[in-house]
């Protein structure tokens, strides 16, 4: 009798992976996808599991798994899947040797996120069959399923997550590992070689996969009609099944599709056959809706359901019914509480230097995102990862263009350690060959912070925890033509402002890096927690704005948290009046 274990999402798609047969695991971490590369490292005797330096070269190392015949997968968020989506585009067109899959989180609400892409979108124009799961069982099962229907039609297959799904737990029944013995390698390059006279052969081949899989998508029974004889019915995937159920119970009947691309055209219309009103609940775009009206079908779409951010229960039973839905009435509001850089934070003292500069910041993601917040309300920008290198070129050869005089708008790029290696490096070289006279600063606190402290490949660890060799960040940018570089204690704000003032006016490329271990690592040498002499407080509120979370104002003094506090310093050298003491700046 199988087992039974309660697992979040991502951890049950893990076990998907290990129960599926799957030999070869790269990702790049990104929230809310992380835990499912992170579980496999569990699974190390029967599967390779490794963090990439990004999201494409993930793909293409389970793309070259696949050629070998082996399964193999990747895991993303959905801003991840753009940066993947030039081997996943063409390899659709290959097709598979082993099955390939691939999980992307999408993030509706953007709770950690920078936009709130639909990854339907990918799957359609990549032509890439896609699967939706409900809940942490789904993940496992719809695991294990993706890869039969990789390998049975020749296409990747992708898995849709959402926040949601992916951090919710579930109870999942655990199953042996099917193992797979790798086939004798053949080559054929008229199916792996994408030069315009094969890639031409396989657009026909992709074609008539299109139309097995619309065939398919008819019958499968990952598409499943609940009928409870109402004249309402939803058409729904993922978690607006779940919300749905939830708000309406056997109010409505409903069409739960499993599989989200293609998307079945005679089962919705034998479907919407059984009911007066039809509703299609689907988060951010209309993709299902514009499906139905393309086929003839009047539908509720858009019109009552919210086109932007996440839905809940009540949002679903008031557009469907006009009642709200009570539920945990017991509970108080939570207080609103905004991120904020931890005690002890690396990046802490360079934004309060560069606020206190008042440059114009190219910022990029990662921990120091937070800086762009008040009151350290020192970050310009924030597009994507590496746009915090390449971004500031096309800033300041613009300013430099159009005749301003040098050092009038003096601008900084900043980018992390692990977003450096991510997409950091082409900018950097960019910068240096069209000669750029720009500033780059690389945060380097040793990880992947904003998702949970993952290693990379600059810090000498592999996703085991085991020694691998480690990027040197100094010799890659002089490798890249960078004259100037410059290493800094983020943490003494005084060196920190010298240094900058110092390579802002040195009228050519340089890098600054300012490098101290996150405060949340094991290998963080905590100091003991700083003191106020209250005499000695002026009550300027000046510590306040290196917005750390150990201090606050009592009685018109600064006080500081023993808890929290990690003795790291900062706010004693902010302090002109001397009121801190004790701790280490470090």
């Known amino acids: 009798m199988p087992k039974k274990s309660l697992m ?8 998907g992976l290990y129960e599926a047969g799957v030999t070869v695991v790269s990702s790049y971490p990104g929230t809310p996808s992380t835990e499912i590369t992170f579980a496999t490292a569990q699974y190390k005797d029967v599967m390779h ?8 070269v993930s793909c293409e190392v389970a793309v070259g798994a696949s050629v070998a015949g082996a399964r193999s997968f990747t895991g993303m968020k959905h801003v991840g899947l753009n940066v993947a989506s030039d081997p996943l585009y063409t390899f659709s067109y290959s097709g598979v040797g082993g099955g390939l899959v691939i999980a992307i989180a ?28 409900a809940d942490s069982r789904e993940c496992l099962e719809f695991t294990k399923k993706a890869y039969d229907l990789s390998e049975e039609y020749d296409v990747p297959v992708l898995i849709r997550l959402s926040t949601r799904i992916s951090h919710s737990q579930g109870i999942v029944e655990l199953n042996e590992r099917v193992e797979r013995k790798l086939p004798d390698y053949k080559k054929d390059a008229a199916k792996f070689v994408m ?14 996969r299109e139309r097995k899989l619309a065939e398919y998508a008819e019958v499968t029974p990952l598409n499943v009609i609940e009928d409870n ?16 159920k939830e708000a309406l119970g056997d109010k409505a009947n409903y069409l739960k599709l499993g599989m989200v691309n293609p998307l079945p055209t005679e089962l919705i219309k034998k479907f919407a056959e059984k009911v007066k009103t039809l509703y299609i609940a689907e988060e951010m775009d209309p993709i299902i809706e ?10 509720k779409g858009k019109e009552v359901f919210p086109r932007i951010g996440e839905y809940s229960q009540s949002i679903i039973r008031k557009a469907v019914s006009g009642e709200s839905f009570e539920s945990n009435d017991f509970c108080e509001p939570i207080t609103v509480r905004p991120p904020v850089m931890c005690a002890g934070c690396s990046h802490r003292g360079l934004f309060y230097v560069l606020g206190k500069l008042g440059v114009m910041v190219n910022g990029d993601i990662g921990c120091y995102t937070l800086g762009a917040t008040p009151p350290l309300s020192a970050m310009d ?43 950091g490096i082409t900018g950097l070289i960019n910068i240096v060959y069209n000669q750029s006279n720009s500033v780059v600063i690389i945060a380097d606190n040793s990880i992947t912070g904003m998702t949970g402290g993952q290693n990379t490949p600059a810090n000498g660890r592999d996703i085991y925890g085991n020694s691998a060799p480690s990027i040197d960040l100094e010799l890659m940018c002089k490798a890249c033509g960078v004259n100037r570089v410059t290493v800094i204690n983020p943490g003494d704000i005084e ?13 050519e490329a340089s890098v600054i890096i300012a490098r101290k271990p996150c405060s949340l690592l094991k290998t963080f040498e905590k100091k003991p927690p700083l003191q106020v002499t209250p005499e000695k407080c002026t009550g300027c509120k000046i510590c306040l704005k290196i917005c750390c979370p150990a201090l606050s104002f009592t009685d018109k003094k600064a006080t500081v948290n023993q808890t929290l506090c990690v003795g790291c310093g900062v706010c004693s050298k902010a302090c002109k009046f001397g009121a801190f003491t004790g701790g280490k700046n470090s």
């Open 8 to 15: 979040l999402g991502n951890h049950a798609i893990a076990r």
């Open 49 to 56: 599991a490794e963090w990439s330096p990004n999201e494409k």
């Open 106 to 133: 999408d993030d509706p609400g953007m709770h950690s996120s920078q936009n709130e892409q639909d990854s339907r979108r990918h799957a359609i124009a990549s032509k890439c069959l896609m699967l939706e799961p």
């Open 195 to 208: 030069m315009p006279a094969f890639a031409r052969g396989r657009r026909v081949v992709v074609d008539e």
């Open 229 to 244: 004889n109402s004249d309402i019915g939803i058409i729904c995937a993922g978690t607006t099944y779940q919300y749905s």
């Open 290 to 299: 514009q499906h139905c009206k393309a086929i003839g079908l009047e539908v």
């Open 381 to 423: 920008t924030c597009i994507c990862m590496g746009a915090g290198v390449s971004a500031l070129h096309g800033f300041n050869i613009a300013r430099r263009r159009s005749g301003e005089e040098p050092g009038k708008t003096p601008a900084i790029g900043i980018v992390g350690d692990s977003t450096f290696v991510h997409s």
């Open 495 to 507: 060196e920190c402002e010298r240094i900058i003032r110092q390579e802002l006016e040195a009228g």
